[in-house]
């Protein structure tokens, strides 16, 4: 089995900043409320001519240009997405033309907001077989287009951005271990109920708002603490470490609430836990790719360094990987 390590990393992030004093003149909230139940502080929406797959390709070719691989050597792409561009075709599938990546296989991968990890841990899979040799994972989300304005129980929390990585094989370190789960008995607790062929759209479906994001927060709260730790764990067992080997925790950015108790549960110290969601907000599948990214350009991460990527969302699902650093 060839061991896979991450070989470049990019991202993508739209320049309009929505703070939490904005969405005061928007709906019935405070800063201070946002800010102490979720420790963010703003969030990126984009532009009204951007697509997920625009901001797709300029993380994807900074990714590429990061490892120094040409896209026409890529073997497959994933997209890890809950807002691609259309049903279908797959957003994976538009990405792999407007970067010319002639020989690779596309789809899209829709875990929520563990879908970058999903993807990472799926693209070594072909990496470790050794069917493919290079691939391009990419976790992209436009939230802001399927987030209801004027329900003020999720608004505040989402925002838009991308990140990707370049997986290649490597002789030593690379992914270690990773945990993968489900528990679709609570996916109702966060869902988008119409568009698909259970609801399709029509005026009724419109009328009733349920083409945006619906979240029983607390559920999904008490889920995500026990989630993020234990699949970290459980990651840890597989690579044959403990949490005193991690030297940075990368937790999906979606609460900092969620976040410390997930640090508290690993024992670690919080500077071995990153956070960046104070800037970002919660941007699900890109919200891990666009942390490692920033930990990375900060000098959190070295040569060498055991990194423990967790996530967790919508069906309930949850994944975890652990990562020594090339
Ligand atoms: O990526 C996975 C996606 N989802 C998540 O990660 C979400 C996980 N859940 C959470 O992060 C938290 O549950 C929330 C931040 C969504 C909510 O925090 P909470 O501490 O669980 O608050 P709550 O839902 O228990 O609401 C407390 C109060 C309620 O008022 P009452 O009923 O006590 O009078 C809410 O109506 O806060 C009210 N409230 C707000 N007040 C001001 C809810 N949203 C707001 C708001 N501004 N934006």
């Known amino acids: 089995m060839r061991r896979t390590g991450i070989s470049g990393l990019g991202i993508s992030i739209p320049d309009k900043v929505l703070t939490n004093r904005d969405l005061e003149k928007m709906i019935d909230t405070t ?48 997209v890890a997405t809950v807002t691609p561009d259309m049903l279908f075709p797959a957003t994976a599938c538009l990405l792999q033309d407007k970067l010319g990546a002639k ?28 069917a493919y040799s290079r691939v391009l994972v990419v976790g992209a989300e436009i939230l802001s287009r399927i987030t209801d304005w004027e329900d003020r129980n999720t608004c505040v929390l989402f925002g838009d951005g991308a990140g990707a990585c370049v997986l290649e094989p490597v002789e030593k370190g690379g992914l270690l271990g990773f945990d993968l789960g489900s528990d679709g ?19 009724d479906t419109v ?9 029983d927060g607390n559920q999904v709260f008490k889920f995500a603490v026990k989630a993020m730790g234990r699949a970290a764990l459980k990651a840890l067992d597989m690579a044959k470490l ?6 940075l925790f990368i937790p ?24 960046n969601l104070e800037k970002y907000g919660n941007t699900s599948g ?10 990375v350009g900060e ?3 070295n040569q060498g360094d055991i990194v423990v990527l967790s996530g967790f969302g919508a069906g309930l699902s949850w994944a975890a990987a652990v990562i020594e650093w090339n």
């Open 103 to 130: 020989n690779a296989a596309a789809f899209d991968l829709e875990a929520g907001c563990s879908g970058f990890v999903y993807g990472l841990v799926t693209g070594a899979q072909y990496i470790s077989s050794g």
């Open 299 to 301: 000098g959190r991460i």
């Open 252 to 275: 999906h950015q979606a609460n900092k609430r969620i976040i410390d108790a997930a640090g508290r549960k690993l024992g670690l110290p919080e500077e071995k836990v990153f956070m």
């Open 286 to 295: 890109a919200s891990i790719p666009l942390a490692l990214y920033e930990a």
């Open 242 to 247: 403990s949490s005193d080997d991690i030297d």
């Open 207 to 215: 009328a009733r708002r349920l083409h945006y994001i619906r979240m």
């Open 31 to 78: 800063e201070e409320w946002i800010r102490t139940r979720t420790g963010i502080l703003e969030r990126r929406i984009a532009g009204d001519e951007q697509t997920t797959l625009d901001l797709c390709i300029e993380a994807g070719e900074n990714a590429l240009k990061d490892a120094g691989v040409d896209a026409a050597n890529l073997d497959l792409i994933i």
């Open 185 to 203: 008995a609570g996916g109702h607790f966060l869902d988008l109920p119409a568009g698909g062929s259970r609801l399709p759209a029509s005026r």
